[in-house]
């Protein structure tokens, strides 16, 4: 037990000065911020800007719902749009099959006669 502590006496100093001798910084401040200016880059055309274009588009096919419009919910319903309403559609289904549905889960307008040729 003395010998290892006795040798760990001996190693501990020279271990201590290697380590102090870098006396150099660990990355310079203009290269950190080059960096981080490039992730921040990235993040936005990659994540931030395709997403808020797509919430901008949702919003706009929500305000623009009519009446007779054909569309697709987000359980995968294809409708006809019977009425409007501040905060729901009602969306026929069949004939004479009717249920309400929030706006926000209206996930597409269609082109008129899909769901005839989506019948068929």
């Known amino acids: 037990m ?3 502590l006795a040798t760990l ?3 501990a ?3 201590a000065m290697a380590e102090g001798g870098l006396d150099q910084p660990m990355g310079g401040g ?3 911020f080059v960096f981080l200016g490039g992730f921040l880059l990235i993040f936005y055309f990659l994540l ?3 997403q808020s274009k797509r919430q901008k588009e949702h919003k706009n096919l929500i305000a623009e719902l009519a009446k007779n419009d054909e569309v697709v919910t987000a359980g995968g319903m294809l ?3 019977t009425k409007v309403t501040d905060e729901f559609v009602v969306v026929e289904v069949a004939d004479g099959v009717q249920f309400p549905v929030q706006k926000v889960a209206v996930t597409a307008v269609l082109p008129k006669g899909t769901i ?3 019948k068929a």
Do not use: H, Y
């Open 79 to 81: 409708g006809k749009v």
């Open 13 to 15: 100093p020279a271990a």
């Open 48 to 50: 931030w800007r395709p």
């Open 116 to 118: 005839k040729e989506v």
């Open 2 to 4: 003395k010998a290892l």
């Open 30 to 32: 203009i290269e950190s």
């Open 9 to 11: 006496a001996l190693i």
